[in-house]
């Protein structure tokens, strides 16, 4: 999750707009994993798209997300998702310095 919070990449997205800073920040739990291994990993493969679509009803987040896919590489927008395993040792990691430390220390 770390290239998520890139404080110097934040500071040159700043001026994109609400949706495309949603893609840049946020991270989901694999992709295209079916209802079996969306229901394993609490539908966090949709995170993305429930972020940007919140009034949008869960059984249409699959078919968001295949959009959302395409319409942000005709962009060339990045969008971020990862295995399962990888983001639970990300978030690990996270835990294992306070997060405004880590912030505190990283600036100019």
């Given at each position: 999750?770390?290239?998520n919070w890139d404080m110097q990449e934040i500071k040159k997205?700043?001026?994109l707009g609400w949706a495309e800073m949603q893609l840049v920040t946020s991270s989901d739990i694999g992709y295209?994993?079916?209802f079996i291994?969306?229901?394993?990993?609490?539908?966090?493969?949709?995170?993305t798209?429930?972020?940007?679509?919140?009034t949008v009803d869960m059984s249409?987040?699959?078919e968001a997300q295949t959009i959302l896919d395409k319409v942000?590489?005709?962009?060339?927008v990045s969008y971020s998702y990862?295995?399962?395993w990888t983001m639970y040792w990300n978030m690990l990691e996270t835990f294992s310095i306070p997060r405004a430390f880590q912030v505190m220390t990283e600036r100019d």
């Open positions: 999750q770390e290239e997205t700043a001026k295209n994993y079916g291994g969306s229901m394993l990993c609490l539908w966090l493969n949709y995170h798209v429930h972020h940007l679509l919140p249409h987040h699959r942000r590489k005709k962009h060339g990862k295995s399962f």
